[in-house]
């Protein structure tokens, strides 16, 4: 490859990363900085140190894990069942990237996949999802870097300030702050375009919420695992019957 | 584990707990080149995230800690409910229905501290 095709891929690049850095700053920039505020407010009234509660933002990056961790910790949990909970949780992870990395065709000289990993938080999936069919396959890497990228960098000093203005910030304010983020979720669900895929947001739901009473610890996993099989299933011998009819 | 927890205490814990979370994301890095997104596997790995982030995503709703369970379940369920119909009514309307669910919130928060 010349010289002038590698300038003209980087600036590709750069201006698919430019427009996912604004779709992060308009769409989950907002809703992760309300929060990590929150999990910021969470971690001083733990008792963590700011420096504690921030290093978590920064290097776990995963708001459901990272609440775990610290509950868990004051709680006094040994460090094997909270090794172990954290990893439950982020279990998630490896479906999410074996859904998403597959529509992102690889580049020679991309950035590194196993470092850009990092920052794939379900905000920036559900915002992935949604968008990567309407976007050229060549710009998927970059959108997905750009809108990562900006919402992991406002989740670091969102945390800070969180920890920061807890006392200040009255409790019907902190309503709004913890109750955002499930919210944002729930709303991406609604632009779910595949039906098998909606079917399966609302299955894993209902039962997730009737599983976690009785097995908390692997409730989620059980849900996505057998439930999701479940949904594939039916599709799957639906769909079969509709080929064999037509 | 519980001895090095012991000795090098709370930045041991963080090591771990990111090494666990990585792990997935990592193993995911390297098994997505052998998954071909037209595929059977990848439908049925779309149908199992989609279940798995539905869990979580009611739970955190539903069966939430913290803050959030002194809100009424159907309060919750309520606020949910009415940004749902407005989001469906009216597409890309993301934002504006998190500022409406947020409002709503802090309206409840109010209601309690006057109450």
Known sequence: ?246 | MEALFESLGWWAALGFVVIATYFWRGLGILLSGHVDQNSEIFRWLSAVTYSLVGALTFKLIILPIGLLSNVPLVYRIGVCLICIWWMLKKPNNMVPCLILGSLLMMAYGLVELFI
């Open chain 1, 1 to 246: 490859m010349n010289q002038n095709n590698i300038k003209i891929r980087n600036q590709a690049l750069i201006n698919s990363i430019k427009i996912g850095a604004k779709v992060g700053l308009l769409g989950p920039g907002p809703v992760l900085f309300g929060g990590m505020l929150g999990f910021g407010a969470m971690g001083q009234g733990s008792g963590l140190s700011i420096w504690h509660t921030t290093a978590i933002s920064f290097f776990m990056y995963a708001l459901p894990g990272q609440v775990v961790f610290i509950e868990m910790m004051t709680m006094g949990s040994a460090a094997s069942a909270i090794a172990i909970a954290v990893a439950l949780t982020s279990t998630r992870f490896l479906t999410m990237t074996l859904t998403l990395f597959p529509q992102i065709p690889k580049t020679a000289h991309e950035p590194p996949r196993l470092l850009m990993v990092h920052m794939l938080a379900m905000s920036t999936w559900t915002t992935c999802m949604r968008d990567f069919p309407k976007i050229l396959p060549e710009h998927r890497y970059g959108y997905y870097i750009g809108i990562g990228l900006v919402c992991w960098l406002i989740s670091v000093p969102s945390t800070f300030l969180g920890y920061l203005i807890a006392d200040a910030v009255p409790p019907w304010v902190t309503y709004a702050l913890v109750f955002v983020n499930p919210l944002f979720f729930l709303l991406s669900f609604t632009e779910v375009a595949l039906v098998i895929n909606r079917i399966s947001i609302l299955v894993g739901g209902i039962v997730g919420t009737i599983l976690y009473p009785i097995y908390p610890d692997h409730a989620l996993l059980i849900t996505g695992i057998v439930f999701g099989t479940c949904v594939y299933v039916i599709d799957y011998v639906l769909r079969k019957r509709k080929q064999v009819s037509q």
